[in-house]
């Protein structure tokens, strides 16, 4: 059973790995290691090109491919420890799920992405699902714009 992701520190996060490859007949490497440390260590969203070149620069002894990172994310995605933003052409943004909630503004421009928190939306939400009598379970809120930067150009 796994645990609330918001509360697991790495030590957690790293022997829910293990059971995942385990459970899945995959074997638990360096390369699949240093993916899951980096995420971890790092609190931005990352291409799969974006981890790839920061875990060969981080652990330059290391033999990594990027059809590792590609299917280390996916198993790791499809196992709720990433969640991931799909920017359309630009692809997909992963971060690493043991974050408290946040929501996200993403520029169309760039593809930055700035996370945020609001209490005062939180409630919004809640009241609008017990107004429609809807347990609310879970949410993803995403607001698509120009960032400042992107604005300037």
Do not use: W
Not at 108 to 134: D, R, S, V
């Amino acid at each position: 059973m796994q645990k609330d992701l918001a509360t697991m520190e790495y030590d957690e996060l790293l022997a829910e790995f293990r059971v995942i490859l385990k459970s899945n007949k995959l074997k638990f490497t360096s390369q699949r290691e240093a993916i899951l440390q980096t995420l971890y260590s790092h609190p931005q969203h990352f291409t799969s090109e974006n981890l790839y070149l920061l875990v060969k620069k981080n652990y330059a002894k290391l033999n990594i491919g990027i059809a590792t990172v590609y299917r280390t994310l996916s198993l790791l995605e499809e196992n709720g420890l990433v969640s991931s933003i799909s920017l359309g052409t630009q692809g997909k943004k992963f971060e690493i799920a043991n974050k408290p909630h946040h929501d996200h503004l993403i520029c169309e421009g760039c593809g930055e992405i700035i996370e945020f928190e609001n209490p005062k939306i939180e409630q919004l939400q809640e009241e609008i699902a017990k107004e429609n009598g809807f347990l609310l379970t879970n949410h993803l809120m995403q607001l698509y714009g120009i960032c400042k930067t992107c604005q300037t150009k």
